[in-house]
């Protein structure tokens, strides 16, 4: 088992460009999600996604698109960068998005906005 | 005022000390409470859960939960230099599944 998978590591971009940072888990897990964690402020909840086809947004959607069409794979896709949007990225995946399912982490990636 | 709050330290210790997390929220209708443990450069690793008031152990690591003072705790027993990390306190609301993350208290353990 890979677990959850993270790619790129590191990306630098300037304003305006766009990316997609790609998630793929292989546990077999409903719930994905993506966060951002910033200095002083943890980890925030930017989409989620219950299952293929379904997705939601969370505390901090502005700026990002998810999409999910498989299981396995949970794109979040940043439209046109912006300075603001330097962070580091974590997906994450659940059984499910009940309490007390344990959600397990990808190493992040690292984004830099010039 | 934020939901949950966390001293970000950095807190230092030494090998074999007793370590004290803790975070307080504001938001009664929390009801899980989950330790997460971060190295560095690494993702969240869920640590500790525990959903009622009172103490739950996991060999070195005791998680305390007072619900009537909003208020958690992680102690870590006889702390190694390979607890080194960041720990973040979680939180679930009631009926909503939301789930909340404190900002996070870098910890490390020197030999």
């Known amino acids: 088992n890979a677990g959850v998978t993270q790619t790129p590591k590191f990306q630098v971009l300037k304003t305006g460009q766009s990316m997609t940072l790609q998630c793929a888990q292989d546990?077999?897990?409903?719930?994905m999600s993506w966060y951002r964690q910033d200095p002083g402020m943890g980890l925030r909840l930017i989409h989620y996604?219950?299952?293929?086809?379904?997705?939601d947004q969370g505390e901090v959607p502005n700026g990002y698109n998810v999409s999910r069409s498989t299981t396995e794979d949970f794109p979040l896709r940043l439209l046109s960068a912006a300075p603001s949007q330097t962070s580091v990225y974590f997906c994450?995946?659940?059984?499910?998005?009940?309490?007390?399912?344990?959600?397990?982490f990808g190493p992040g990636t690292r984004l830099t906005v010039l | 005022q934020k939901e949950v709050e966390q001293d970000p330290g950095p807190l230092s210790v030494p090998e074999g000390a007793i370590v004290s997390l803790n975070c307080t929220y504001s938001?009664?209708?929390?009801?899980?409470f989950m330790w997460y443990r971060q190295y560095s450069r690494k993702g969240p690793e869920l640590l500790m859960y525990?959903?009622?008031?009172g103490n739950k152990e996991d060999g070195r690591f005791t998680a305390q939960v007072d619900k009537s003072s909003k208020y958690i705790s992680l102690f870590i027993r006889d702390s190694q230099p390979s607890d080194s990390a960041t720990y973040l306190c979680?939180?679930?609301?009631?009926?909503?599944?939301?789930?909340?993350f404190g900002t996070g208290t870098r910890l490390q353990v020197f030999p």
């Open positions: 979680a939180m679930i609301e009631r009926n909503t599944d939301k789930l909340i």
């Open positions: 525990t959903y009622s008031s």
């Open positions: 938001n009664s209708a929390f009801q899980y």
């Open positions: 996604s219950v299952g293929a086809g379904i997705t």
């Open positions: 546990m077999n897990h409903e719930y």
């Open positions: 994450a995946s659940s059984y499910s998005s009940g309490a007390a399912d344990t959600q397990y």
